[in-house]
């Protein structure tokens, strides 16, 4: 349990470049979307067949929604976290993630994260990214 929480604290901590926070979201979503669709296909073969339309209802519904709810939720919490390091590359108070929670914010926010050179050297939430590390490292922050 304790290695657990060390982990999902470490998702928070440290800081991340631009490549990395890209490749690392890129990677996080593919694989989502993979998972999700994979999920489909298995639980409903009948979607395969059936018109957009249809598809579209599967995913709307209340059981397949609460049923990959663990998923999202994984999902959300790499994403934001990817975010707050970001943010803290660029020398920003991690507390601006919270206007990705605004209706249409989260957007110009990832557009900004993917623009923004990080802060050169150390900074307050620690020293510069360096190392050339995977996508997998980066979302684990190994």
């Known amino acids: 349990m304790n290695s657990f929480l060390r ?19 890129l990677v996080n979503g593919i ?10 296909a298995l639980t409903t073969p009948e979607v395969l067949q059936g018109s957009p339309f249809h598809f579209y209802t599967v995913l709307r519904s209340s059981s397949f929604m609460w049923t990959l709810f663990p998923l999202y939720f994984l999902q959300g919490i790499f994403s934001v ?3 707050v ?10 507390l601006v993630i919270l206007i990705s929670f605004l209706p ?5 926010l990832f557009i900004f994260l993917l ?3 990080g802060t050169p050297g150390t900074n307050q939430f620690g020293p510069a990214p360096t190392r050339k590390r ?4 980066v979302l684990l922050n190994n």
């Open 7 to 25: 982990l999902w604290a470490r998702v928070f901590e440290g800081r991340v470049n631009r490549m990395q926070f890209f490749l690392a979201m």
């Open 134 to 137: 995977s996508v997998l490292e």
């Open 85 to 94: 390091r970001r943010l803290k590359d660029c020398n920003i108070t991690p």
């Open 104 to 108: 249409y914010m989260s957007a110009p």
């Open 31 to 40: 694989v989502f979307s993979i998972v999700t669709l994979g999920f489909i």
């Open 115 to 117: 623009v923004k050179k």
């Open 81 to 83: 976290g990817l975010s």
